[in-house]
């Protein structure tokens, strides 16, 4: 496990999440993610993430506060949290190799064979591939920065025509780039906007055929399983498995990512 350091730059990013002055008595995320990092430094790592959920309870979150807290929880021998975490983390900092490595190890250790979401098609993983070191915000940085590289490009063939001519190879080629990142936005919009992921955080949770105690159990999920939350009721959750199976689990046994 990396070294958890707390730098500059994140303390930037956590006091910047703050849009609004703390209520009374609020407690402040830059020494709550001091205590925490010092408690983890101590082995303390369920009194260390009781502090980095502090944070998230005033309304701050953070990648390295995810993987801050994938790590405590990992060190506890909690595989589906870690799991969780570091999926949560993964959305915001895609290209980290330690988180990938963490993860990888943390899915290694799981005491059987878990079921994941199926891949995609090829065409969409081909799509998606180029920007797979992209979190959505940078993914959406890129795709209008080629936009405008476009717009320039058709703006100077409409006043240029001769001079378009030498450039058309540099227009096409704005073009496809615009093109395929929109394509990759709009599939990873739609995968983090609207699929709801979720990772079965108990060590093992019975899955129902409907949302009472007294249904018949469909299947059971084991810890780390990757599902898609369909819908939430009365403390219940309505899964999809990796196979395609929906059932019913409680609420408590699955985390969405």
Same mark, same amino acid.
């Given at each position: 496990? +990396? ?8 303390l930037? /990013?956590?006091?910047?999440?703050v ?7 609020? &407690? @402040?995320?830059?020494?709550?993610? =001091? ?7 101590? +082995? ?7 502090e =980095? +959920? ?7 979150? &953070? ?14 021998? &909690?595989?589906?949290?870690? /799991?969780? =975490? =570091? ?36 065409? /969409?993983s ?20 080629? *936009? ?10 409409a ?6 001519? %030498? ?20 599939? +990873? ?5 609207f ?13 129902? *055929?409907?949302?009472?105690? %007294? ?7 084991q ?10 009721? @009365? ?6 498995r ?16």
């Amino acid at each position: 496990m +990396r070294k958890l350091v707390l730098s500059a730059a994140l303390l930037l /990013i956590l006091s910047g999440c703050v849009f609004a002055e703390p209520e009374e008595g609020a &407690s @402040d995320p830059n020494k709550l993610f =001091y205590s925490a990092n010092s408690l983890y430094e101590k +082995r303390e790592y369920t009194l260390a993430l009781d502090e =980095y +959920r502090k944070i998230l309870d005033i309304g701050v979150d &953070s990648a390295h506060l995810y993987y801050n807290m994938a790590n405590s929880c990992f060190k506890q021998g &909690s595989l589906g949290y870690a /799991i969780l =975490y =570091y999926e949560k983390a993964k959305k915001m900092m895609p290209q980290d190799s330690d988180l990938k490595q963490n993860l990888l190890l943390a899915r290694s250790l799981l005491s059987g064979p878990s079921y994941q979401m199926p891949q995609k098609k090829l065409i /969409i993983s081909l799509v998606k591939a180029p920007f797979k070191e992209f979190n959505l915000n940078a993914l959406t940085v890129f795709m209008l920065v080629a *936009y405008l590289l476009l717009f320039l490009f058709q703006a100077f063939s409409a006043l240029n025509p001769i001079m378009a001519k %030498k450039v058309r190879i540099l227009h096409v080629l704005a073009a496809a780039i615009f093109l395929m990142s929109l394509g990759a936005f709009a599939i +990873r919009y739609y995968d983090e906007g609207f699929l709801r992921r979720g990772v079965v955080v108990a060590k093992n949770a019975e899955c129902r *055929y409907e949302p009472i105690d %007294k249904s018949t159990v469909f299947y059971k999920l084991q810890e780390g399983d990757d599902v898609l939350i369909l819908k939430t009721r @009365d403390g219940w959750t309505q899964i999809k498995r990796g196979d395609g199976k929906i059932g019913w689990a409680s609420a408590d046994a699955v985390g969405e990512v």
